[in-house]
């Protein structure tokens, strides 16, 4: 694509969060001439838990939620076992970042009284590594913690935890699973690729990055993937997107933001 014809091409923002995350930014984007495209990497299927299995929050100091849906999907099935029930006093909840914890504070079920530790809006990331900050600042660690999450993820938290003395459950509330991109969705993919329009893509995890290279491969679209552009929410993610010749991601291709609509709006306006 020459100069000319690049300047005239659509910006377009390929959204890969879960179904449901993506709509208030897609809306952003396109009212700053953006075209998006709403396409989740990964599916978000909830597990179901016996009830006599089902780790209740009055058993522990603190509840960690690893993600928005951890928390949702954790309230879910305490609904489902025990009906309508008041979070009970005493118990703290902590989340990777303040997105979550006001997701987590509007969720029917949980005390709006109810201490809510996360790392701030100006932290330097909203990851395990930002929240162990938060909660190796206080006083005293809780002594026992429910650490909600999926079936797949990283153990470094909980690690650090126990490392302190810390009784940590693990309990997953959800499975991700790579979305099935069907013709319909491929279509609008394969005529960007036939017009030499590269998107920008959002990638929000590990997984989804995975789940969509192996999308794109599958369907023969790997080589034009390659010569995206890339919006990341971790540094680490860099390692996930495709690299350049000398093995690493190109900063050209690359921006690194938090993981909240408004710093993920402002990598994209940059991209």
């Known amino acids: 694509m020459d100069r000319a014809a690049a300047a005239q091409a659509p910006r377009v923002a390929v959204l890969t969060r879960p179904a449901g995350r993506n709509e208030a930014l897609a809306g952003r984007l396109a009212s700053a001439g953006w075209t998006p495209c709403i396409l989740p990497a990964l599916d978000i299927h909830p597990l179901p838990?016996?009830?006599?299995?089902?780790?209740?929050?009055?058993?522990?100091?603190?509840?960690?939620?690893?993600?928005?849906?951890?928390?949702?999907?954790?309230?879910?099935?305490?609904?489902?076992?025990?009906?309508?029930?008041?979070?009970?006093?005493?118990?703290?909840?902590?989340?990777v970042g303040p997105a979550s914890a006001a997701g987590l504070l509007a969720l029917p079920g949980f005390g709006a009284n109810t201490t809510v530790l996360h790392p701030g809006e100006d932290a330097v990331s909203h990851d395990s590594e930002a929240l162990w900050e938060v909660l190796r600042g206080l006083p005293r660690l809780p002594p026992r913690v429910l650490l909600v999450r999926g079936t797949q993820g990283r153990d470094w938290l909980a690690d650090q935890l126990q490392a302190h003395g810390v009784a940590v459950t693990r309990h997953a509330a959800y499975q991700r699973c790579p979305a099935h991109w069907d013709e319909t969705r491929l279509a609008p993919l394969r005529r960007w690729a036939a017009e030499g329009v590269r998107p920008t893509w959002l990638i929000t995890s590990g997984e989804g990055a995975d789940a969509a290279?192996?999308?794109?491969?599958?369907?023969?679209?790997?080589?034009?993937?390659?010569?995206?552009?890339?919006?990341?929410?971790?540094?680490?993610?860099?390692?996930?997107?495709?690299?350049?010749?000398?093995?690493?991601?190109?900063?050209?291709?690359?921006?690194?933001?938090?993981?909240?609509?408004?710093?993920?709006?402002?990598?994209?306006?940059?991209?």
């Open 213 to 271: 290279r192996a999308a794109l491969q599958a369907a023969g679209l790997a080589s034009w993937w390659a010569g995206c552009r890339f919006v990341l929410t971790h540094p680490s993610l860099a390692r996930r997107v495709p690299q350049s010749a000398n093995g690493a991601a190109s900063q050209a291709m690359v921006k690194i933001c938090l993981p909240n609509d408004e710093s993920i709006f402002q990598a994209f306006v940059a991209a």
């Open 49 to 95: 838990t016996p009830t006599a299995d089902l780790p209740r929050p009055a058993g522990y100091d603190m509840v960690v939620f690893v993600s928005g849906n951890a928390a949702r999907l954790y309230l879910d099935q305490l609904a489902q076992a025990d009906g309508p029930a008041p979070w009970p006093d005493g118990v703290a909840a902590a989340t």
